[in-house]
Nanobody, 129 residues
C-alpha cells in the first residue's frame, strides 16, 4: 500500500525539541516535494515548511529560525527546536510528485492527484509544561 506515515510527535516542554519523520511506504521520494502542515484545535490548517526535490525551501514566518525541513529518498524530516505552546497541533506531511513551487505548495496546497500525491494521517505534537 502506497502511503506516508508520520512519527516523532509527543509531549514536550516549552523550549524543547522534537524531530518528526515522514516515511514513504511502497514508493520512494525521488522527484517529490515534501511539505509539513499543522492544524491546531479550532484553527485552519497551515503550511509550516516545504522542500522540493531541488532543495528549495519555504518556512512559515512563525517557525523561521526554529524549524528545519529536509528529506532523502525514503523519509522527510522536520526538526523543531525552541518549541512554543502555540506550536501544539496535529502535524501532517504530504508528498507531491514533480512539484517545484515550494511557496504555493505550503500556502495553498493543491488537491492531491490520485496515485501521484500523498498525505499522511498526522502525528500530535503537544508543547506544555
Amino acid at each position: 500500500q502506497l502511503q506516508l506515515v508520520e512519527s516523532g510527535g509527543g509531549l514536550v516542554q516549552p523550549g524543547g525539541s522534537l524531530r518528526l519523520s515522514c516515511a514513504a511506504s511502497g514508493f520512494t521520494l525521488d522527484y517529490y516535494a515534501i511539505g509539513w502542515f499543522r492544524q491546531a484545535p479550532g484553527k485552519d490548517r497551515e503550511g509550516v515548511s516545504c522542500v522540493t526535490g531541488t532543495s528549495n525551501t519555504y518556512y512559515a514566518d512563525s517557525v523561521k529560525g526554529r524549524f528545519t525541513v529536509s528529506a532523502n529518498n525514503t523519509t522527510g524530516y522536520l526538526e523543531m527546536n525552541s518549541l512554543k505552546p502555540e506550536d501544539t497541533a496535529v502535524y501532517y506531511c504530504a508528498a507531491y510528485f514533480f512539484y517545484d513551487d515550494v511557496q504555493n505548495m505550503c500556502k495553498s496546497p493543491p488537491v492531491a492527484r490520485s496515485g501521484m500525491d500523498y498525505w499522511g494521517k498526522g502525528t500530535l505534537v503537544t508543547v506544555s509544561s
